[in-house]
């Protein structure tokens, strides 16, 4: 896809201005990082406060009184008893229980406000068209954009443009002016950091991530440091942790599926491959997804095989980095469940060489989520 084809979003003259290095992500040209660089910028999310521009993402509303009931027949979540202004992770399945995509949801007085990744945007947005039609109107919201300020300063920045901001907690919402810019925003993020996901319409986008930029503990992050933030925290990469190949169960997402949709709960299954799901949650997988931390600097990349000492070929990487705050390489992996115990010793096979890795807990640096 040549630049010409690539779409924009709001902010893209903004990073332009700022020195940013673009390049094409999920059909957008996107920051991938800035003169600070990405070990630069990773460090500054860690210890103060980053802005991200996650415009590319799809963002939809869901209306009517049937939105809830209607959205928990294709996710394996809890969406009826969501609580208001609450925000909650979700995964559309198909039917062989493997993951067409993880989205966010966050009920709010009129709608449920739900938050796709943007290279499976248009899809997500026809599965709900195709399957909730009847029941609920989906409403697209290309007219909004999305930005996240991540970071133990997050909340500091945030507060001079409105300290009402302060008052939420982890995985909660609500609508804000910000210094007189109205929006949505909900106490969230991708990196494992306190922070904040802001959606605020396109044409006060730049207004919005300039008042933001003014504020001392902010400096603009790019994809790159975004990439390394959420590995270290041990979240997953659509099209790459987790797939249409690979089930919640295999995925260890199953802290995603409430007891009242598994098998015996009050409203269990009624969503896609809820069969397979159960039957995995009952009898466990024949793999898993693990992390890996590596007592070698090799980094360990996407698609390196993993063994063990005699070998024996056990799993595959599926995300890697040298993980710049825990200073050693990190990966996510899915290895045969013999091996996926913690502290498991196994290798994984980098240009025809052997590194040893220990399958090890995840977040692999501890988070900085407010609960209150």
């Known amino acids: 896809m040549s630049s010409a084809d690539l779409k924009k979003t709001p902010l893209h003259a903004l990073h332009i201005e700022l020195g940013a290095k673009m390049v094409p992500f999920g059909g957008y040209d996107m920051p991938v990082q800035y003169p600070m660089g990405v070990m630069g910028e990773h ?35 809890d969406i009826v008893d969501l609580g208001l202004n609450k925000q909650r992770y979700a995964l559309f ?111 006060q986008a730049v207004a919005l991530a300039r008042k933001l930029l003014a504020q001392p503990e902010v400096a603009p992050i790019g994809l790159g440091a975004r990439d390394s933030l959420r590995l270290e925290a041990g979240l997953c990469l659509y099209g790459h ?22 098998a015996g709960g009050a409203r269990a299954g009624g969503y896609p491959g809820a069969a397979v799901i159960d039957q995995q949650l009952a009898n466990g997988p024949s793999r898993k997804r693990v992390g890996l931390v590596g007592s070698e600097r090799m980094p360990v990349r996407e698609g390196a095989k993993i063994v063990t000492a005699d070998g024996t070929e056990v799993g595959v990487v599926t995300s890697g980095t040298l993980g710049p705050t825990v200073n050693k390489p990190v990966a996510l992996a899915y290895v045969n469940i013999a091996h996926a115990a913690l502290g498991t010793e196994l290798f994984a096979v980098v240009r025809d060489k052997r590194t040893p890795m220990t399958v090890s807990s995840t977040p692999f640096t501890p988070n900085g989520y407010y609960r209150g």
């Open 241 to 262: 942790d987790i797939d249409t190949t690979t089930n919640p169960v295999e995925a260890s997402l199953t802290w995603a599926i409430q007891k009242v949709r598994r």
């Open 43 to 77: 460090k500054h999310t860690r210890a103060s406060a980053g802005l991200f521009d996650v415009s590319h993402m799809g963002q939809v509303r869901l209306v009517g009184a049937g939105a809830a009931a209607a959205l928990e027949t294709i996710v394996p979540v």
């Open 93 to 203: 399945t198909n039917d062989q229980g493997g993951i067409l995509d993880d989205l966010m949801v966050c009920r709010r007085a009129d709608d449920l406000f739900v938050v796709v990744n943007a290279g499976c945007k248009e899809q997500d947005i026809a599965h709900m068209q195709a399957k909730l039609a009847g029941h609920c109107e989906v409403i697209p919201m290309p007219e909004q954009a999305l930005l996240a300020l991540q970071g133990p300063q997050a909340v500091t920045a945030l507060s001079r443009l409105n300290p009402g901001v302060a008052t939420l907690t982890f995985m909660t919402g609500g609508s804000f002016e910000l210094d007189g810019i109205p929006t949505f925003l909900t106490r969230s993020g991708y990196t494992g950091e306190d922070g904040f996901e802001i959606s605020v319409h396109q044409d």
